[in-house]
């Protein structure tokens, strides 16, 4: 195994664990002795029924999830997650708390909105570009739930710690920091993440449901889009997306077994941010964009003095074997996305290279 | 690569192309020397681009589509597109026609019936089981489609050709016969298939939509489930499951490139089916549960005579690297899924195991 690999900070799709990778490889053509690939095996065999249960198994332990919870893989992404969850949770009766935080969060509000939903955005930070996450939130006692975005994977913020909403339960997308520290899921009725940035590939969704969301499902909706559909078969109503299922468990299994759990993988993602924001701090060339309180550990977003500059920065990085580097093409600017998968090696690397390219350019 | 492989009669997820699975498997770490594998390059990058866009041109290729087809990758499976169709495709002022041929049919037919949109069951052949498909149909002058399955895997069924439905185009349930043969497509202005029969791994669903089809979307459904979100934006208006895309794109390839196109694969796949149905047609012992007329050349359903002998038959076929020959729960009995990756020297192999087994069981 001496493949040529790359420091990859790419967004999503992004980096997964190498020796994730390789034990895919290395049983690809032969799954546990079943003379099958993973991809070939049937979600009804045993084979299949041990992956699934135990990658729920893994992530019941890593976030310590009670009874009242249960873990699925949907599909759709977090995109079909913004209409599943009015659909299913809110009923014409009722009316839910959004706070806006970014692109993702503004996707969401807007589904609820073509859905007729009665939604109110109790928040937002657009005025400032959506670089700071608010504070001192006016959450309405009523609420059915209360909807926030954990990470804002394109303006780089992310909750420092989880509001206190007093009233409905919390709803997250945490697509882009899930599994990337330990946090308290009592407050949270459901949890929605894409797997494609810290935890999988693209083409599963993880959503944790608590109990009293699942009473909420409608009878008149479709089959599929109910969370009592997938709940009530271990998610295999239909064929699940079991590569996706099988990536996830192993990823699950690293992070527990390799890693030690979310605490470590917490203080390793701290030294990773604190090793990027160090040199944007130091430097007057590289300006973060997001408020200092409200920096995100998962992507790293700043700007060069000038546009060449950044499309030159972006360049030679890549020519020195660093990926992803280029902002999201609605922002601009640069982003290093830093999940758990990259290691503290490569974004050390990327430091050495940050300050060279400074020395030379700045 | 001298890999233990069995072969593999599943009826879904099934066997892949043995090339398939190797070129991924040597090229997991470092796919097309981007450093990166398959699952962490970005769905925006030059990389994945060449993947889908191949994919695309390929399946276009393979079955003569013209420009008013377009051909979407979408999530949620089979299951997903039974409410799809009739949200996007039937307006609350029209009708649309079912044939009901077996399980997914009957999916197909409660789903729209659970949105409350007017369908009419137009022929059944519940009365027996669905032991075959229907003949002499009168379909509805006015349809706003003709909702079909081409091939029913549970009952092992399916139709030799397309009806002739003279008004409304043609939606056809194609998971377990796409790609498999031939056949004109002009009638169709809808056809979607889950991969995880012939074409790929579980997680993603082709739908093949003609331009007339996709003016008929309304509004206010959810963006997700709305058929021009994803043409308009080449099925990445999120993140797509990349790693099945991809792998579709290897199975074209090989369907290609390997195999000949559809025609020499029509020729193989009723070289395989006659292999079998020949065996149970010289035997009192394995008795066929489909009407002659309306055999499957995909899935070949049979019985023993008793359920203890079939145990035992199932039992002894997996001792001899035979796997997935078990019935679906629902109906018992015996099953052997020939789709175009399971190859005729497998088939040959397995006729040649029922033969030894009747001698000695008979």
């Known amino acids: 195994m001496s493949e040529k690999r790359i420091h990859n900070f790419n967004a999503g799709p992004a980096a997964l664990p190498l ?9 690809f053509l032969n799954f546990k002795g079943s003379g099958m690939s993973i991809t070939e095996v049937s979600h009804r065999s045993k084979w299949f029924d041990d ?42 009766s009722d009316s839910a708390d959004y706070v806006n935080t970014g692109t993702w969060a503004t996707k969401a509000i807007q589904e609820a909105q073509l859905l007729e939903k009665n939604i109110k955005v109790v928040a937002s930070s657009e005025d400032r570009g959506f670089c700071y996450i608010p504070e001192n939130i006016a959450y309405s006692p009523k609420a059915a739930y209360v909807h926030i975005t954990s990470n804002n994977t394109i303006k780089g913020t992310q909750w420092p710690v989880y509001p206190d909403v007093k009233g409905g339960p919390l709803v997250a997308d945490m697509s882009s920091d899930f599994m990337s520290r330990p946090f308290d899921v009592k407050p949270f009725g459901l949890i929605y993440a894409g797997a494609q940035k810290n935890i999988g590939p693209a083409g599963v969704c993880v959503v944790i449901i608590r109990d009293d969301m699942l009473k909420r499902t409608p009878k008149n909706i479709p089959t599929m889009l109910k969370y009592t559909t997938h709940a009530s078969k271990n998610s295999m109503y ?12 192993l990823v699950m299994k690293w992070l527990e077994e390799t890693i030690g759990g979310l605490e470590n993988m917490d203080a390793i993602n701290r030294k990773k941010a604190k090793c990027l924001y160090d040199v944007m701090d130091k430097s007057r060339f590289y300006q973060g964009t997001a408020d200092l309180s409200s920096r995100s550990l998962m992507n790293v977003t700043f700007r060069l003095p000038s546009e060449d500059l950044e499309k030159q920065f972006v360049q030679e990085a890549l020519a020195n074997d660093f990926g992803g580097l280029k902002g999201h093409r609605s922002v601009g600017g640069c982003r290093a996305s830093i999940y758990n998968a990259t290691t503290l090696a490569s974004v050390q ?8 390219f400074e020395r030379k350019n700045g």
Chains 1, 2 share one sequence.
């Open 19 to 27: 020796p994730v990778l390789q034990e895919i490889q290395e049983s």
């Open 51 to 92: 992956v699934i249960n135990d990658a729920i198994a893994r992530i019941r332990r890593l976030l310590k999830l009670d009874d009242t919870y249960q873990v699925l893989f949907l599909q759709g992404g977090a995109s079909l997650q913004f209409a599943m969850i009015p659909m299913n949770c809110l009923t014409d």
């Open 238 to 249: 239909n064929t699940p997306p079991c590569f996706g299922v099988y990536t996830i468990q």
């Open 349 to 356: 690397t990327l430091a050495d290279f940050m300050i060279t």
